[in-house]
């Protein structure tokens, strides 16, 4: 760790990532799969040295005052190693998306049009505490095709930088350029602006963090940034809906995992079911200690409800707190999205086919859910496997990005000698 | 035109493009085509007042001493009047990509997981000087159900205004929101930058530009850019290649309009058939006035070219100049495109099945061709009908973006009831 950042050394670890990109595009399948299979085994073999740069990682924190649950979650034990092996085994399991030929058509020209599905290129991973994302976000950069420079937080500094060592290793033993995956050698901030700029060599930035760190790389970066500020999910409960399925919905959108950004943070009602739903659902709620936080004619039909301010509206909890609406129908819980919400993630519980369309067409968040509980919106659970950040800006990707968004698509034509008359 | 801009007026038109995204989303495909049409005809009955608009900004320019080719674009006339109105004509027929549901699948939970295509939101488009652009621009906004906040260049600002009072007038007929399409009412360049950190309400910009223009939008943008600085498009003539052909290749990518991006700047030829090839290619360029600037195996064969330079492996001409290189192989060539490139557009010519595929698949540029012109990069040629600007960075599109590529996918889920376990 320095004080004063090397840009020689930064702008030649970007240029050798640059310089992988072309022998990674053209790699098979084959040989992508046995360096992840090869990391899988190494993580295991080598779980005593990585438990002792944990330590030190542990030990370092503590002397910084870190939380309890802060070294929680940096802490590294053979279960979470054995989790870390498994995920990328799974990931050399997946399909690759590279090489993908779609779209072909021939025409009036006579020549052959398609689109082929290549890699981004060179991938930077600004992440903080926990050490597994420099395995798994790495894996998913080599199974796609990209190289990856990974900048994790300084807490877990030594724990990564004995990944990556095991990185350096498989990807040796299979014949593939070490630079496909590289850490950034100082924890030093100015290091990230400075990568930031390098919009020469660098494809795209992900930032996985709290709000500040992602508002920080967009205002800084020249380089394309996937981001996701916030996750303000709302549940739409519509006129004639099934108000049991609602309850169930309301109760595992928000106690399942409140601290993740597809928990539910706000429950909208349509006034003719109010009655007879919100009793239930508050009690429900409560059963699982959830602060229910309502509007005047919630207030009026749960009397001992909190009063909510316009500051809940839009307000991403990530905590057993709940804000709740009573709308006039589907028009007002739509425009009440659209003022208050983050584009995440929204579900309407209805028996109407008619405004189950309309609230699947009308409602523009990365994933519009009818009677399925927001927790769904996971790469996993959507079926794209691991994913490696999840996108509410809708340019390039809109939702969990897995493998596929990884990758972009150039057009190939094949021609006999066609000239342009 | 203010010399001071108004802050409050440039973030209610962006609100206002906001607003107008709603209805526009859920708008059928039959008003936004009717839209399309009733424009195209009023573009032709009032031709008299945008000639007349044409004729202010066209005096202004004399008065200015902008050039006579400048003044030749700028100009509007009956003929190109009905070309504008043809376009709008075509791109009303063209299919609407809003709407459209793919790979929807039933995951193990038992929820129905698709992928739905929706409007990008707000576009920003920055253009120079040609009128057309507020046609047809607007019109590919308007199909693909986003609105549009245009800025074109302050020497056709007459010319706008009149096409956007035509557009108001055709969207009003429709009973379309009018703030679907609004035109930025100062010339001023800090109106510019205060719209680009507008990311809360817009969500594309693509300028349409010189490199110059382009480079300073990117810098000063918080919003994601569609860019294309330039094309330095290549031509390698492979060992057993068809040589009659790559003359007719090399001939038709240099001068059948070399002004554009997509021309041809730089031939690369492998050594066998370098004797061969190089007089034949230079004599039948030079016969249409072409410099070519040669390597020094090239002025060995052909000992009149002129000495090329390092500048000229980088350099866009978009002039009857050409550069010629002789080449090793195939790899030398791909080396040579990945480092004096601008991932554009590359061909090759060749009769070999394995150097066709292998070059397909290692060369990452925007269209990679194997015995066409490269001048068949373009979204008209390549089937997306028309396009609205080209992309030659990798993120959410790569190559000519047509209607297909102003809009996203969200993710959609219709379950029964299903919470996360």
Redesign the interface.
């Known amino acids: 760790m320095t004080l004063s950042i090397d840009h020689t050394a930064l702008e030649t670890l970007a240029v050798q990532a640059r310089r992988a990109?072309?022998q990674l595009?053209?790699t098979s399948t084959a040989s992508k799969d046995r360096a992840l299979e090869r990391m899988a085994q190494l993580l295991i073999e080598q779980e005593r040295p990585l438990i002792e740069a944990n330590a030190q990682d542990l030990e370092g924190g503590r002397l910084k005052g870190l939380s309890q649950s802060f070294l929680d979650r940096l802490a590294l034990n053979p279960e979470r190693i054995a989790g870390m092996s498994d995920a990328l085994r799974q990931i050399a399991a997946f399909s690759d998306p590279v090489?993908e030929i779609t779209d072909m058509?021939v025409?009036p020209?006579g020549?052959q049009?398609g689109r082929?599905r290549?890699?981004?290129?060179v991938v930077l991973m600004i992440y903080e505490a926990r050490p597994n994302v420099t395995a798994d976000a790495a894996a998913l950069c080599l199974k796609s095709g990209n190289a990856v420079i990974l900048r994790g937080g300084s807490e877990a500094f030594c724990a990564n930088r004995a990944i990556v060592k095991l990185w350096h290793q498989a990807l040796l033993e299979v014949g593939l350029p070490q630079h496909a995956i590289q850490l950034v050698g100082t924890t030093d901030r100015a290091a990230v602006e400075a990568l930031l700029k390098m919009?020469e060599w660098i494809?795209?930035v992900i930032p996985r963090g709290g709000e500040g760190l992602i508002r920080k790389v967009?205002?800084v970066s020249?380089i394309?940034v996937i981001k996701h500020y916030k996750g303000v999910c709302h549940l739409y409960v519509d006129e004639g809906a099934?108000l049991d399925?609602a309850v169930?919905?309301a109760?595992?959108g928000k106690v399942?995992?409140p601290s993740v950004c597809n928990s539910l943070e706000t429950l909208l009602v349509h006034e003719a079911v109010a009655d007879a739903f919100l009793p239930n659902v508050v009690a429900a709620l409560r059963a699982h200690d959830v602060q229910v936080r309502g509007c005047p004619l919630t207030q009026g039909i749960v009397p001992d409800v909190v009063p909510a301010q316009e500051t809940d509206w839009p307000a991403e909890y990530l905590d057993l707190i709940l804000a709740l609406k009573v709308v006039g129908g589907m028009d007002e819980a739509?425009e009440h999205i659209?003022r208050y919400g983050s584009s995440h993630t929204e579900?309407i519980v209805t028996e109407s086919h008619h405004r189950?369309q309309a609230f699947?067409?009308?409602v523009?968040?990365?994933?519009?859910?009818?009677?399925?509980?927001t927790?769904?919106?996971d790469g996993g659970?959507?079926?794209l496997g691991a994913e490696i950040g999840i996108s509410t800006?809708?340019?390039?990707?809109?939702?969990?990005m897995g493998l596929r968004e990884l990758t972009?698509?150039?057009?190939?034509?094949?021609?006999?000698?066609?000239?342009?008359p």
Chains 1, 2 share one sequence.
Do not use: W, Y
């Not at 523009?364 to 509980?373: D, G, K, Q, R, T």
């Open positions: 990109t072309s595009a053209a090489g058509v025409r020209s020549i049009v082929m290549i890699p981004l290129g919009e494809d795209l967009v205002e020249r394309p099934d399925m169930e919905l109760l595992n399942q995992r739509i659209e579900t189950a699947l067409r009308r523009n968040s990365s994933c519009v859910l009818v009677n399925a509980s927790r769904f919106n659970q959507l079926g800006s809708k340019l390039h990707a809109f939702g969990p972009t698509q150039k057009f190939i034509v094949l021609g006999q000698g066609q000239i342009r």
